[in-house]
């Protein structure tokens, strides 16, 4: 079966620290994709980051990067130089291809609290 | 930048009334989504919509669920009966399905619809 786990409930880090949020996947479809999503208090859900399963290099968007080990079926997301403004809940999602890339299955979340 | 919007931003409804949830997804996007929300809770997938069909649901999405496309731009979720436990914000997404399969096809999420049933 198809799962996503975030482990951390909750994440604190300084500003202008580097933090790292995990995310545990499982399945067996060779073919799947990794999102992450930040949903800041106001609700909205903001696309931050894409990782394929095929995808030689790990991906970078900005501060964001994806340490993406398939090996190891994780993809923990980066975010370097914190600031105030990351404070939100992160979501770690997956889909696949046997769902013909449709659904996106979310993990619970991790809450990222940045304090100056 | 073009985005997916959705109205109302809030809907309080008594219980057993019907609900319409309204999204307009990005133009020539091709696939449409209804996710939802319960406070405090993981985002749920509802249903995914293409070519003018359902294309996938959820176990969620059960008779109480409809959607639609009535025109060229708007995508609605029907709710015929709400129960209490329908509170929840509600997300629509839409996303190209032009780049393949094995692409990040990226979903762009609506600012959500908070639904508050009483």
């Known amino acids: 079966a198809q799962k996503i786990t975030q482990t951390q409930p909750g994440m604190f880090v300084q500003e202008k620290e580097a933090v790292t949020l995990d995310c545990t996947y499982d399945t067996s479809d060779p073919s799947y994709g990794l999102f992450w999503y930040k949903q800041p208090s106001s609700g909205e859900m903001i696309f931050l980051i894409y990782q394929g399963s095929y995808d030689q290099q790990n991906a970078t968007e900005g501060r964001y990067s994806l340490n993406f080990q398939k090996a190891r079926k994780s993809a923990n997301l980066v975010i370097s130089a914190s600031q105030l403004g990351d404070s939100a809940m992160y979501f770690c999602?997956?889909?696949?291809?046997?769902?013909?890339?449709?659904?996106?299955?979310f993990g619970t979340g991790t809450r990222l609290l940045v304090s100056p | 930048e073009p985005e997916v919007t959705q109205t109302p931003s809030h809907q309080v409804t008594q219980m057993g009334q019907e609900v319409i949830l309204r999204c307009v997804p990005i133009?020539?996007?091709?696939?449409f989504y209804w996710y939802r929300q319960i406070l405090g809770q993981k985002v749920e997938f509802l249903v995914s919509f293409y070519n003018n069909e359902i294309s996938e649901k959820s176990e969620i999405f059960d008779d109480q669920f409809s959607v639609e496309r009535p025109d060229g731009s708007n995508f609605t979720l029907k709710i015929r009966s709400t129960k209490l436990e329908d509170s929840a914000m509600y997300f629509c997404?839409?996303?190209?399905?032009?780049?393949?399969?094995?692409?990040?096809?990226?979903?762009?999420f609506g600012p959500g619809t908070r639904l508050t049933v009483l």
């Open positions: 997404a839409s996303s190209p399905g032009t780049s393949g399969r094995a692409r990040g096809d990226e979903q762009f």
């Open positions: 999602a997956m889909r696949w291809e046997n769902t013909g890339f449709q659904k996106l299955v």
């Open positions: 133009s020539n996007h091709l696939y």
